[in-house]
T-cell receptor, first 111, second 110 residues
Framework: EAGVAQSPRYKIIEKRQSVAFWCNPI?????LYWYQQILGQGPKLLIQ????????DSQLPKDRFSAERLKGVDSTLKIQPAKLEDSAVYLC?????????FGPGTRLTVL | KQEVTQIPAALSVPEGENLVLNCSFT??????LQWFRQDPGKGLTSLLL?????REQTSGRLNASLDKSSGRSTLYIAASQPGDSATYLC?????????FGKGTKLTVNP
């Protein structure tokens, strides 16, 4: 069974630039999550999708972050414009019911 | 609001030693508890999932327990190996989002 795929794996940008991350969940998983993990911290949920609808985006900084899940499968997370404090690993996870399965993450560095 | 604490933050042991990682939480109204492993620069690998109605789960050399009344979970690793070196995170699933601890960084020395 293929796992959760994410791209790119690494991204370096300057502040005020825009960036987008892509996630392809495990086939058949209805729920998709985007997490932000700052160095030395546990992951923090940014947004949760059930199929292509948003379940929870309470911790998503909506002035600069946006996310969509196309046709209830792939998802993209965008940051526009980026700030220095956005430097982190962005993790995508999917779940069929209770257990979450994570992708390798995208490490973002904002200079 | 659920808060998850993992102690110690870092642990270094010699190869072959049995060890216990601790996870405590403030809200016992949980659906499940999940233990993950994270290697440097990598994503999270799910190790064990304990449903709210269960007391423990085992997989190979790993055993995880859950005591909701005391707000604690432990991850027991038997006969540790250098390949076990990683950061171990626990996460609580409840009516809200999955809440993670900060993790315990384990180093197993040959």
């Amino acid at each position: 069974e293929a796992g959760v795929a994410q791209s790119p794996r690494y991204k370096i940008i300057e502040k005020r630039q825009s960036v987008a991350f892509w996630c392809n969940p495990i086939s058949g998983h209805a729920t998709l999550y985007w997490y932000q993990q700052i160095l030395g911290q546990g992951p923090k949920l940014l947004i949760q999708f059930q199929n292509n609808g948003v379940v929870d985006d309470s911790q998503l900084p909506k002035d600069r972050f946006s996310a969509e899940r196309l046709k209830g499968v792939d998802s993209t997370l965008k940051i526009q414009p980026a700030k220095l404090e956005d430097s982190a690993v962005y993790l995508c996870a999917s779940s069929p019911l209770n257990e979450q399965f994570f992708g390798p993450g995208t490490r973002l560095t904002v200079l | 609001k659920q808060e998850v604490t993992q102690i110690p933050a870092a642990l270094s042991v010699p190869e072959g030693e049995n060890l216990v990682l601790n996870c405590s939480f403030t809200d016992s109204a949980i659906y499940n508890l999940q233990w993950f492993r994270q290697d440097p620069g990598k994503g999270l690998t799910s190790l064990l999932l304990i449903q709210s109605s269960q007391r423990e789960q085992t997989s190979g050399r790993l055993n995880a327990s859950l005591d909701k009344s005391s707000g604690r979970s432990t991850l027991y690793i038997a006969a540790s190996q250098p390949g076990d070196s990683a950061t171990y995170l626990c996460a609580l699933g409840g009516s809200e989002k999955l809440v993670f601890g900060k993790g315990t960084k384990l180093t197993v020395n040959p």
